[in-house]
């Protein structure tokens, strides 16, 4: 089988959960602790050996492209005055040449639609989808877990990342349905026997929602290029899985760690808490002030 060598990052979305602070800055730059949304997700593709970073952007969205990029007057400034840890952070943290690509979104047709825009660019090979409202805190990560699970496979495969929810809460993902007693095993690709996207509860086959984590055989770009608009009147990854698994295996990977929605406000504000508390140079000092806050 082909490796994973490509991720695709769809940032094209208007993030308006979040208004007004994206107004003018897009929300995959809003930060957990000091480092941008976006670039907590890239760091956990690189960990788990992608590549070739792939961005779907929209209007405004620049800054994410300036952010993966070097900064010559500030390296200056750095260098001038002597800061050599935020050197090597800033040159830790930038791509290699020619390692991202950018395209555009032009109107917001939903995540099928976001995927299939980087069809070009990803080509006839295997692919992995991240979503950067989603973050997953654990080591190894969530994606480097997938990768491991798909590279035992024997044959072409579609990866799914899972992760248990409330029954009163199915109907606001996509949900699946796997082998019987086959969701305990943490890191273990299981395979999937139905996919639905947000179900009443008396429809959901299982509590195992979608997280935000895909690999992808390159055949679903031909399904979406066709694909019909369904929930939200947007054109749904989950549809076009659907028709996808009559042909090809998907397998569901409950991985290890804790995901954080970052899309809520909720999830973005717990999900500073938890990344700060795993800082050793914050974590005393704040919980000495969330003890003082909580009384």
Aim: glycine share 8%.
């Amino acid at each position: 089988m082909k490796p994973i060598r490509k991720a695709i990052f769809p940032v094209a979305g208007l993030g308006t959960r979040f208004l007004p602070a994206t107004k003018a800055m897009p929300k995959e730059m809003l930060t957990v602790v000091d480092r941008p949304l976006i670039q907590h997700v890239v760091d956990e593709a690189r960990e788990a050996g992608i590549e070739h970073l792939i961005f779907v952007t929209g209007r405004n969205k620049s800054v994410i492209e300036d952010h993966f990029d070097r900064q010559f007057e500030l390296e200056v400034t750095l260098k001038e005055r002597h800061k050599k840890s935020e050197l090597k952070l800033l040159d830790q943290d930038t791509p290699a040449a020619g390692t991202t690509s950018f395209t555009r979104q032009q109107s917001p047709l939903g995540l099928g639609h976001a995927v299939w825009c980087a069809r070009e660019i990803v080509g006839n090979e295997p692919f992995a989808v991240v979503l950067p409202d989603v973050l997953v805190q654990n080591e190894p990560g969530c994606l480097a877990q997938m990768v491991a699970a798909y590279n035992k496979q024997k044959s072409r495969a579609n990866l799914i990342a899972v992760e248990e929810v409330p029954m009163d809460r199915v109907h606001m993902y996509g949900i699946v349905g796997v082998e019987k007693d086959s969701g305990k095993n943490a890191g273990k690709a299981v395979a999937i026997t139905k996919m639905v996207e947000k179900p009443k509860r008396e429809d959901a086959p299982s509590n195992l929602s979608i997280t935000g984590r895909y690999i992808l055989q390159p055949e679903i770009f031909g399904i979406l290029e066709n694909q019909q608009t369904g929930a939200g009147g947007e054109i749904q990854l989950t549809d076009a899985m659907i028709a996808l698994a009559k042909t090809q295996p998907f397998y569901a990977v409950k991985f290890e760690g804790r995901s954080f929605d970052c899309g809520s406000k909720l999830g973005f504000l717990t999900a500073n808490v938890a990344y700060a508390l795993k800082r050793k140079d914050i974590a005393p000092e704040l919980r000495e002030e969330l003890k003082q806050l909580l009384g």
